[in-house]
Protein backbone atom coordinates (compact mmCIF):
# COMPACT_ATOMS: atom_id res chain seq x y z
CA UNK A 1 0.00 0.00 0.00
CA UNK A 2 1.21 3.71 -1.33
CA UNK A 3 1.63 5.60 1.82
CA UNK A 4 0.06 8.30 0.42
CA UNK A 5 -3.12 6.90 -2.26
CA UNK A 6 -4.53 9.22 -4.53
CA UNK A 7 -8.00 8.47 -5.64
CA UNK A 8 -9.48 10.71 -8.43
CA UNK A 9 -12.92 11.83 -8.84
CA UNK A 10 -15.27 14.38 -10.35
CA UNK A 11 -12.26 16.80 -10.91
CA UNK A 12 -11.11 16.56 -7.36
CA UNK A 13 -8.18 14.27 -6.18
CA UNK A 14 -8.11 13.11 -2.86
CA UNK A 15 -4.78 12.20 -1.03
CA UNK A 16 -5.06 10.16 1.78
CA UNK A 17 -2.09 9.55 4.22
CA UNK A 18 -1.98 5.53 5.23
CA UNK A 19 0.67 5.30 7.81
CA UNK A 20 -1.82 5.05 10.94
CA UNK A 21 0.29 3.19 13.10
CA UNK A 22 2.86 5.80 13.27
CA UNK A 23 0.14 8.77 12.89
CA UNK A 24 0.41 9.30 9.88
CA UNK A 25 3.99 10.95 10.86
CA UNK A 26 6.07 12.63 8.32
CA UNK A 27 8.85 10.27 7.83
CA UNK A 28 11.68 10.35 5.02
CA UNK A 29 8.81 7.75 2.88
CA UNK A 30 5.99 10.38 3.83
CA UNK A 31 7.88 13.28 2.61
CA UNK A 32 8.69 11.03 -1.14
CA UNK A 33 5.54 10.43 -1.57
CA UNK A 34 4.07 13.66 -0.40
CA UNK A 35 6.80 14.86 -3.21
CA UNK A 36 5.80 12.29 -5.65
CA UNK A 37 1.99 13.45 -5.60
CA UNK A 38 2.83 17.24 -5.75
CA UNK A 39 5.10 16.99 -8.72
CA UNK A 40 2.43 14.62 -10.83
CA UNK A 41 -0.70 16.67 -9.69
CA UNK A 42 1.80 20.30 -10.66
CA UNK A 43 1.43 18.62 -14.86
CA UNK A 44 -2.07 17.15 -13.94
CA UNK A 45 -4.35 19.86 -15.70
CA UNK A 46 -7.18 17.08 -14.91
CA UNK A 47 -7.94 17.28 -11.01
CA UNK A 48 -9.53 21.10 -10.32
CA UNK A 49 -9.15 20.72 -6.46
CA UNK A 50 -7.21 18.86 -4.01
CA UNK A 51 -8.03 16.71 -0.69
CA UNK A 52 -5.80 15.57 1.88
CA UNK A 53 -7.05 13.47 4.78
CA UNK A 54 -5.01 11.13 7.10
CA UNK A 55 -6.28 7.25 7.87
CA UNK A 56 -6.85 5.85 11.02
CA UNK A 57 -6.92 8.36 14.57
CA UNK A 58 -5.41 11.09 13.49
CA UNK A 59 -4.66 13.26 10.52
CA UNK A 60 -0.87 14.01 11.57
CA UNK A 61 1.39 13.77 14.30
CA UNK A 62 4.25 15.82 12.75
CA UNK A 63 7.96 14.29 12.45
CA UNK A 64 8.81 10.72 12.94
CA UNK A 65 10.60 11.57 16.30
CA UNK A 66 11.85 7.74 16.21
CA UNK A 67 13.32 8.19 12.49
CA UNK A 68 14.58 11.78 13.44
CA UNK A 69 16.31 10.20 16.82
CA UNK A 70 18.20 7.30 14.50
CA UNK A 71 19.66 10.10 12.46
CA UNK A 72 21.58 11.09 15.54
CA UNK A 73 24.04 8.14 14.67
CA UNK A 74 26.18 9.50 12.02
CA UNK A 75 29.70 11.77 12.89
CA UNK A 76 28.33 15.13 13.40
CA UNK A 77 25.58 14.02 15.37
CA UNK A 78 22.77 14.55 12.82
CA UNK A 79 23.51 18.19 11.81
CA UNK A 80 23.33 17.18 8.15
CA UNK A 81 20.33 15.11 8.16
CA UNK A 82 18.27 17.04 9.93
CA UNK A 83 19.09 19.87 7.62
CA UNK A 84 18.09 17.87 4.54
CA UNK A 85 14.86 16.58 6.35
CA UNK A 86 13.43 20.12 6.96
CA UNK A 87 14.63 21.08 3.91
CA UNK A 88 12.30 18.44 2.12
CA UNK A 89 9.92 19.06 3.98
CA UNK A 90 9.93 22.86 3.83
CA UNK A 91 10.31 21.85 -0.36
CA UNK A 92 6.96 20.00 0.16
CA UNK A 93 4.85 22.65 2.38
CA UNK A 94 5.63 24.94 -0.82
CA UNK A 95 5.06 23.16 -3.26
CA UNK A 96 1.41 22.66 -1.95
CA UNK A 97 1.08 26.19 -1.98
CA UNK A 98 2.43 26.34 -5.26
CA UNK A 99 -0.11 23.74 -6.54
CA UNK A 100 -2.30 25.45 -9.26
CA UNK A 101 -5.05 23.63 -7.41
CA UNK A 102 -6.69 24.53 -4.22
CA UNK A 103 -5.88 21.96 -1.63
CA UNK A 104 -8.47 21.25 0.75
CA UNK A 105 -7.41 19.59 4.73
CA UNK A 106 -9.46 17.20 5.84
CA UNK A 107 -8.54 16.98 9.78
CA UNK A 108 -9.51 14.54 12.60
CA UNK A 109 -8.27 13.48 15.59
CA UNK A 110 -4.79 15.75 16.21
CA UNK A 111 -2.49 17.70 14.04
CA UNK A 112 0.26 18.45 15.72
CA UNK A 113 3.70 19.87 15.29
CA UNK A 114 4.61 19.70 11.54
CA UNK A 115 0.90 18.26 11.02
CA UNK A 116 -0.61 21.16 12.46
CA UNK A 117 1.88 22.90 9.76
CA UNK A 118 0.06 20.81 6.90
CA UNK A 119 -2.97 22.16 8.20
CA UNK A 120 -2.05 25.71 7.84
CA UNK A 121 0.17 25.53 4.87
CA UNK A 122 -3.13 23.69 2.95
CA UNK A 123 -5.36 26.47 1.40
CA UNK A 124 -8.58 25.32 2.86
CA UNK A 125 -9.23 23.26 6.26
CA UNK A 126 -12.31 21.34 7.73
CA UNK A 127 -11.94 19.77 10.90
CA UNK A 128 -14.27 17.52 13.22
CA UNK A 129 -14.94 19.51 16.55
CA UNK A 130 -13.14 17.13 18.16
CA UNK A 131 -9.99 17.68 16.58
CA UNK A 132 -6.84 18.92 18.53
CA UNK A 133 -4.50 21.33 17.13
CA UNK A 134 -1.14 22.58 18.89
CA UNK A 135 3.12 22.72 18.42
CA UNK A 136 4.11 21.04 20.91
CA UNK A 137 7.51 20.68 20.20
CA UNK A 138 8.82 22.77 22.80
CA UNK A 139 7.29 20.15 25.34
CA UNK A 140 9.86 18.02 24.45
CA UNK A 141 12.65 20.62 24.06
CA UNK A 142 12.26 21.24 20.34
CA UNK A 143 11.01 24.53 19.34
CA UNK A 144 8.81 24.34 16.81
CA UNK A 145 10.63 26.78 14.27
CA UNK A 146 9.29 25.48 10.76
CA UNK A 147 5.89 24.62 11.64
CA UNK A 148 6.13 28.06 12.75
CA UNK A 149 6.72 29.66 9.22
CA UNK A 150 3.39 28.51 8.13
CA UNK A 151 1.63 28.96 11.25
CA UNK A 152 2.43 32.62 11.51
CA UNK A 153 1.30 33.24 8.06
CA UNK A 154 -2.30 31.42 8.87
CA UNK A 155 -3.13 33.19 12.15
CA UNK A 156 -2.74 35.85 14.63
CA UNK A 157 1.21 36.23 15.64
CA UNK A 158 0.06 36.71 19.43
CA UNK A 159 -1.65 33.63 19.53
CA UNK A 160 0.69 31.44 17.32
CA UNK A 161 3.43 32.22 19.84
CA UNK A 162 1.43 31.80 22.85
CA UNK A 163 0.93 27.97 21.02
CA UNK A 164 4.66 27.95 19.97
CA UNK A 165 5.97 28.78 23.54
CA UNK A 166 3.07 26.69 25.73
CA UNK A 167 2.97 23.88 24.00
CA UNK A 168 -0.93 23.61 24.49
CA UNK A 169 -3.20 22.39 22.31
CA UNK A 170 -5.87 24.19 21.09
CA UNK A 171 -9.87 22.88 20.03
CA UNK A 172 -10.71 22.63 16.85
CA UNK A 173 -13.52 26.16 17.19
CA UNK A 174 -10.65 27.57 18.35
CA UNK A 175 -8.59 26.81 15.56
CA UNK A 176 -11.95 28.36 13.49
CA UNK A 177 -12.13 31.08 15.21
CA UNK A 178 -8.67 32.36 14.94
CA UNK A 179 -8.42 31.30 11.43
CA UNK A 180 -6.40 27.95 11.41
CA UNK A 181 -9.54 25.81 10.08
CA UNK A 182 -12.74 27.36 7.63
CA UNK A 183 -14.90 24.91 9.40
CA UNK A 184 -15.41 22.13 12.51
CA UNK A 185 -18.33 20.22 12.28
CA UNK A 186 -19.50 17.11 13.87
CA UNK A 187 -17.38 13.56 12.70
CA UNK A 188 -20.48 12.03 11.12
CA UNK A 189 -20.07 15.33 8.66
CA UNK A 190 -16.43 15.46 7.73
CA UNK A 191 -16.75 14.18 4.61
CA UNK A 192 -19.75 15.74 2.68
CA UNK A 193 -18.72 18.88 4.14
CA UNK A 194 -15.38 18.32 2.70
CA UNK A 195 -16.71 17.39 -0.30
CA UNK A 196 -19.63 19.83 -0.88
CA UNK A 197 -16.83 22.62 -0.23
CA UNK A 198 -14.66 20.65 -2.97
CA UNK A 199 -17.27 20.51 -5.09
CA UNK A 200 -18.26 24.21 -4.93
CA UNK A 201 -14.49 25.05 -6.16
CA UNK A 202 -14.51 22.82 -8.95
CA UNK A 203 -17.08 24.15 -10.46
CA UNK A 204 -15.72 27.42 -10.59
CA UNK A 205 -13.76 28.57 -14.29
CA UNK A 206 -10.37 26.09 -13.69
CA UNK A 207 -8.17 29.30 -15.38
CA UNK A 208 -9.27 31.85 -12.98
CA UNK A 209 -9.10 29.70 -10.11
CA UNK A 210 -5.48 28.70 -10.72
CA UNK A 211 -4.19 32.21 -11.58
CA UNK A 212 -6.16 33.10 -8.44
CA UNK A 213 -4.35 31.20 -6.06
CA UNK A 214 -0.85 31.73 -7.53
CA UNK A 215 -1.83 35.62 -7.49
CA UNK A 216 -3.05 35.53 -3.35
CA UNK A 217 0.26 33.81 -2.27
CA UNK A 218 2.18 36.37 -4.68
CA UNK A 219 0.69 39.53 -2.99
CA UNK A 220 0.68 38.71 0.02
CA UNK A 221 4.59 38.78 0.19
CA UNK A 222 4.90 42.75 -0.96
CA UNK A 223 4.15 46.10 -0.67
CA UNK A 224 0.64 47.15 -1.10
CA UNK A 225 1.63 49.01 -3.92
CA UNK A 226 3.63 45.80 -5.74
CA UNK A 227 0.28 44.12 -4.38
CA UNK A 228 -2.37 46.51 -6.22
CA UNK A 229 -0.30 46.53 -8.97
CA UNK A 230 0.63 43.11 -9.76
CA UNK A 231 -2.69 41.92 -9.16
CA UNK A 232 -4.02 44.82 -11.79
CA UNK A 233 -1.59 42.90 -14.26
CA UNK A 234 -3.29 39.96 -13.45
CA UNK A 235 -6.35 40.90 -13.45
CA UNK A 236 -5.91 41.82 -16.93
CA UNK A 237 -4.91 39.13 -17.75
CA UNK A 238 -8.02 37.16 -16.47
CA UNK A 239 -10.27 39.33 -18.34
CA UNK A 240 -8.77 39.16 -21.41
CA UNK A 241 -9.51 35.25 -21.54
CA UNK A 242 -12.57 34.34 -23.54
CA UNK A 243 -13.92 32.23 -20.85
CA UNK A 244 -14.31 34.97 -18.56
CA UNK A 245 -15.62 36.61 -20.87
CA UNK A 246 -18.47 34.15 -21.24
CA UNK A 247 -18.89 33.97 -17.55
CA UNK A 248 -19.70 37.54 -17.65
CA UNK A 249 -21.74 37.22 -21.11
CA UNK A 250 -24.04 34.62 -19.06
CA UNK A 251 -24.36 36.80 -15.54
CA UNK A 252 -25.78 39.58 -17.75
CA UNK A 253 -28.37 37.55 -19.68
CA UNK A 254 -28.94 35.55 -16.79
CA UNK A 255 -27.57 31.95 -17.71
CA UNK A 256 -25.55 29.63 -16.69
CA UNK A 257 -21.86 29.99 -18.23
CA UNK A 258 -20.56 27.13 -20.86
CA UNK A 259 -16.82 26.85 -19.83
CA UNK A 260 -16.99 23.00 -21.90
Sequence with gaps: MALLERRDQGGIAHLTMTAPERLNALSDDMLEAFQDQIDSLALDHEPRVVILSGAGKAFCAGHDLKEM????????GGAAAFR????????????????PQPVIAQVHGIATAAGCQLVATCDLAVATNDTRFGVNGVNIGLFCSTPMVALTRAIG???AFEMLTTGQFISADEACRIGLINHSVSAEDLEATTKDLAETLAAKLTSALRIGKRTFYDQAQMTVEKAYDHAAQVMTKNMLDARTEEGITAFLEKRPPDWA
Design 157 to 159: RKK
Design 84 to 99: DLFNRCAKVMMGLQSL
Design 69 to 76: QAKRQSAD
